[in-house]
């Protein structure tokens, strides 16, 4: 019993506070934390969609006005997007995505909601500085919306903000400095959260949670914690040294012959920038792997296969992720030698990766599948990850880079891998945890319709960039159209925007299922375990109670116990929970299982 | 047979009694969480040195007529000043191991007194106190490469040692009220000794390897 002495000091029960301040606001409760998160995320994802949806209207009917949202944004120029307007509204959908929509969802709601679920915690390590964490975000958030009304207008300089463009001599206006000052701050909220989850899962996992019986979920989310514990101070340094560039006169990013004497250097931003970016496309992917991981055990009703070599496969794809990012750069002028040193380490990430699929794969394999919501959406993450990791191979060779670099190939591609993947992944948690956060489950047929509107339109939006690229459509072209060997991808851009408007549709159909059952249906009824899976957060009630679990549950088996005979001789049931005693396995015992 | 078997694999013991981690389990959260925080902050220090050797190994001047050379000796000294402020704290650490916290008091006194010299010395590099001072020099932040590198990179270094005053300078507080505990004084340990390592790299990039 010393086991739960040590425990219940570490982690002593605390009461939940009564007060709207501490109860909603300045929260320090995780799973309040999670639910901020997915908030702001959430409807972030939906203003960096609308913007999306702008773009592919501008390639769609170049110079026709803007139905709807031209009326009210772009007012001064009838709704018509102009070039330099054009510009600032692909750079804040990137910047609003990646930083403010996918990351906040996928690392600040999953990782705050499931780390201390999933490894027998009462709370993170910190929480109030998970509290700090998500108000760091939401400060950047006012900054990002800030920058939307800068003088001069937003920031204009791309997701990379390459200097010079992202100097004062491309984009002087205070809105380009805003949006890098946000990003600056929304990393500091990272690297706490970063300190914080990696803390978590190495102190206060429950007795018996050892490393290798921790949910891959768990895995994913730890793995990117140190991933952006170690490379977001990286994008930190760069952006601070941008913005002495932009404010205090100093020349790190911009070259002599533009100022008159011998200065500084643009090529050391893209150092710096992919130092921290291609780590970065892994931050994530990595939660991603991890949910669809488990969902593929959960829902065909078998141990995941070969779970260790999942671990050990993710566990390469960090280290990797940490020394290819050169491939980014292979148009700079980088020596050959270095890059083909690059391109064989990226390639060698093909061979965790495939690792990776064939694991699930193997696990779907011969598996009672249920095709649930949750199930559905992690088999769509597989398929959008393979073909964005295939059409990876020819970004990655130098030779075929040569011809795809700065194409609409290299926008598929990461739309596939990040956008797609992350997105469908993302879906896929929130239907399946959805009942655990709130104690009701999302509506099973708008569910699927919305799945089916969201992977296959995403396939195609998607698709049709990468078609694009292949014949020669350069990205963050204002109108492609002006260069007469692109009029004959008008067709080909027009039916794609039609796909991302059916996909934008379809994302009403969640935001309807979602809004219904959050505030029209009543919390009663649901199964304590509705998809009949074994992990620790499972053995609570939904909504868990403020302290997550009355005595912490000692963990006696791996998260994937499922379809053991014997389980099913004695329970009658094909899963058994990772803290629940087999009946008269040990005759006499005396351990109580955590209920 | 079988089933026994298969009861074994089901319902295993758990691992070892807690903590679960043999090699980081006993740690404090605290502590755990001070060598991620160090790590991250590393890479921060990373970067702003590799952009400076970036810069530096591009550039065929260094630094330009005009530009001061940076005083080895009055650094050397700042130097030994931050190397006396470990160990100072490590007599503070091992105080408070032994329950001696008027003994720990005052080593953190002394550190923090060296820490602020530190600051106080580059205050008098940068801005002058008997001597004109960098600024007024020529070193002008934004003129060259080589004045901005130096002032990123230092005065990031220098920030740190200012939240480290700060941060020893709450400690003291707490080591008066006698609550400071000995997990405390050597989280805190850490951090400062961080601050010195990194300083160690910056004295020997910065100024020990100068242009001529």
Same mark, same amino acid.
Not at chain 1, 191 to 219: C, K, Q, S
Not at chain 1, 231 to 255: K, N
Not at chain 1, 454 to 475: D, K
Not at chain 2, 83 to 111: F, H, K, P
């Given at each position: ?91 804040? +959908? ?39 964490? $998500? ?16 003088? /001069? ?86 952006? $601070? ?151 990876? /191979? ?10 795809? +670099?700065?194409?609409? $190939? ?90 991302? $408007? ?94 | ?48 040195? %590799? ?108 920030? +740190? ?43 020997? /990039?910065?100024? %020990?390897?100068?242009?001529?």
């Amino acid at each position: 019993m010393t086991a739960h002495n040590e425990t219940g000091e570490l982690q002593p029960i605390h009461h939940e506070p009564t007060s709207f301040f501490l109860k909603y606001l300045w929260s320090t409760d995780h799973k309040m934390i999670a639910k901020q998160f997915m908030w702001a995320g959430l409807v972030f994802l939906l203003i960096g969609g609308t913007l999306a949806m702008m773009i592919r209207w501008q390639w769609a009917f170049p110079g026709a006005p803007v139905p709807i949202l031209g009326s009210i944004l772009l007012r001064g120029s009838g709704g018509v997007i102009g070039p330099a307007q054009y510009m600032t509204i692909f750079t804040t +959908h990137g910047l609003i995505m990646i930083f403010f929509a996918i990351t906040p969802l996928l690392i600040g709601m999953f990782g705050n909601f499931l780390i201390p679920l999933q490894i027998g915690a009462r709370d993170m390590a910190f929480p109030w500085l998970n509290a700090l964490s $998500f108000w760091m975000y939401a400060l950047s958030l006012v900054l990002v919306i800030a920058s939307l009304f800068g003088n /001069l207008g937003p920031a204009g300089a791309g997701w990379t903000t390459y200097p010079p463009l992202s100097t004062n001599l491309g984009t002087p206006g205070s809105g380009q400095t805003l949006m890098v000052a946000a990003v600056f701050v929304t990393g500091v909220g990272s690297i706490m959260g970063g300190v914080n989850y990696v803390t978590t899962i190495i102190r206060l996992r429950a007795p018996g949670m050892d490393y290798f019986r921790m949910p891959l979920t768990i895995w994913g989310l730890f793995l990117t914690a140190i991933l952006n514990v170690l490379f977001v101070p990286v994008l930190g340094s760069a952006a $601070f040294l941008l913005l002495l560039d932009r404010m205090f006169g100093t020349q790190f990013f911009i070259a002599g012959s533009v100022t008159g004497a011998p200065a500084g250097d643009p090529i050391m931003f893209q150092h710096l920038f992919w130092i921290f970016g291609h780590p970065e496309v892994y931050i994530l992917i990595l939660p991603a792997w991890g949910i669809i991981g488990d969902l593929f055990s959960f829902f065909s009703r078998k141990p995941a296969n070969f779970y260790r070599g999942t671990v050990g496969a993710m566990i390469a794809v960090t280290v990797l992720s940490a020394v290819v990012y050169g491939h980014h750069m292979f148009q700079t002028g980088m020596s050959p030698m270095l890059g083909k040193s690059f391109m064989v380490l990226t390639l060698i990430i093909s061979i965790p990766s495939v690792m990776l699929v064939l694991n699930w794969l193997r696990t779907l394999w011969g598996g009672s599948i249920r095709l649930t919501v949750p199930m559905l959406f992690a088999l769509g993450t597989m398929f959008v990850f393979g073909v964005g990791g295939l059409t990876g /191979l020819y970004l990655g060779a130098v030779v075929p880079d040569i011809y795809l +670099h700065d194409t609409m $190939f290299v926008v598929g591609h990461f739309h596939f891998t990040m956008a797609a993947a992350s997105f469908l992944a993302t879906f896929a948690g929130l239907y399946f945890w959805f009942p655990k956060m709130f104690g009701k489950r999302l509506n099973d047929t708008l569910g699927k319709i919305h799945f089916w509107m969201s992977s296959v339109f995403i396939t195609l939006v998607f698709g049709g960039q990468l078609l694009a690229g292949y014949a020669g459509q350069s990205r963050r072209l204002y109108d492609p159209y002006q260069y007469s060997f692109l009029t004959r991808l008008h067709g080909l851009n027009r039916w794609t925007s039609y796909a991302a $408007f059916l996909l934008l549709l379809g994302q009403f159909v969640f935001i309807f299922n979602f809004f219904r059952t959050m505030f029209f249906v009543k919390a009663s009824g649901m199964e304590a375990n509705p998809w009949q899976v074994s992990t620790l957060e499972w053995a609570i009630p939904s909504p868990p109670p403020y302290h997550n679990f009355d005595t912490i549950p000692i963990v006696v088996r791996g998260p994937h116990e499922f379809a053991n005979p014997v389980v099913l001789e004695r329970l009658g049931r094909d899963w058994i929970g990772q803290a629940e005693e087999l009946p008269e396995a040990m005759p006499g015992s005396a351990r109580k299982a955590g209920t | 047979m079988s089933t026994a078997t298969s009861t074994a694999v089901l319902d295993q013991p758990p691992a070892a009694a807690w903590p679960p981690d043999r090699q980081l389990g006993t740690a404090s959260p605290a502590k755990i969480a001070m060598w991620i925080f160090l790590v991250s902050d590393g890479f921060s220090f990373f970067a702003l040195l %590799l952009g400076y050797g970036i810069l530096r190994s591009g550039s065929s001047t260094w630094r330009h007529p005009g530009e001061p050379s940076l005083s080895i000796p009055f650094t050397a000294l700042l130097t030994f000043i931050l190397i006396s402020s470990s160990l100072t704290v490590v007599l503070a650490y091992d105080a408070s191991l032994r329950g001696r916290q008027r003994q720990t008091s005052a080593w953190l006194a002394a550190t923090a007194l060296l820490g602020s010299l530190f600051l106080l010395g580059q205050y008098a590099e940068y801005f002058g106190i008997l001597h004109p001072g960098l600024i007024k020099e020529g070193l002008v932040l934004g003129k060259s490469s080589y004045a901005s590198t130096f002032y990123v990179i230092t005065g990031f270094h220098g920030a +740190h040692v200012l939240a480290g005053v700060i941060y020893i300078l709450f400690v003291l507080v707490y080591s008066l009220r006698g609550k400071a505990s000995t997990g405390l004084v050597e989280v805190l340990g850490l951090f400062w000794h961080f601050i010195d390592l990194v300083w160690l790299l910056v004295f020997t /990039l910065v100024y %020990l390897l100068q242009a001529t």
